[in-house]
């Protein structure tokens, strides 16, 4: 822990605090300091994490919400590896997002943070839009390319033209079979 001295009417004298505490002679002049933000958040990093690129992940050890790292600044949560980004890179422009090259959620390591957009952020994922997005395929084998892919534009959907066609066509097949018509 950390003390300084104050005697009145002047200001801390922290090279004779511990000299007073050793002696017990410190009393009602020797006040415990609250450690800094800076302090408190690196009581909570082990840097000894899995290697990325050569340099180790910081894993964060504190409070996580959905595996990322939780501080608390100033009676206010805030992500862990945001905060230390901002600490030691500097301000995250308005519009972006941190993404975790290294993909350790509770990695704090700046080297392995980059700020991106959020449509960055989600595409580099491994979530279904992600996926869905690096498929160049449909899972009949066509390819999903040029006039062979229909887009829904306002939901984001691909679909495959010639597998749409093909359930088309079969689906008017069994109809008209029902309903009594023939295949013109």
């Known amino acids: 822990m950390r003390y300084r001295v104050f005697i009145s009417g002047s200001g ?21 300091v609250r450690p800094t933000a800076e302090e408190r958040f690196d009581t ?12 180790p992940c910081w894993r964060w050890t504190g409070a996580l919400r959905d595996g ?14 945001r905060w230390n980004y901002e600490r030691l890179v500097g301000p995250i422009r308005e519009g972006l997002q941190l993404d ?27 979530g279904a839009s992600a996926l869905n997005a690096r498929k160049t395929h ?5 390819l999903l390319l040029g006039e062979n892919l229909d887009r829904y534009a306002s939901a984001g959907h691909r679909k495959c033209r010639t597998c749409w066609r093909e359930y088309h066509n079969q689906y008017m097949r069994e109809w008209n079979k029902t309903h009594g018509r023939k295949n013109q």
Do not use: W
């Open 68 to 81: 990322y790292g939780l501080f608390l600044n100033t009676n206010r949560s805030e992500s862990a590896h």
């Open 12 to 32: 801390p004298k922290p090279d004779v605090t511990q000299f007073l505490i050793s002696l017990g002679l410190a009393g009602h002049l020797v006040r415990r």
């Open 138 to 142: 449909c899972i009949m084998g066509h």
């Open 44 to 55: 909570f990093v082990d840097k000894s994490g899995p290697l990325f690129n050569g340099t």
């Open 100 to 126: 975790h090259l290294c993909r350790v959620r509770r990695c704090v390591n700046p080297e392995h943070l980059e700020p991106v957009t959020q449509r960055e952020n989600v595409l580099r994922g491994i």
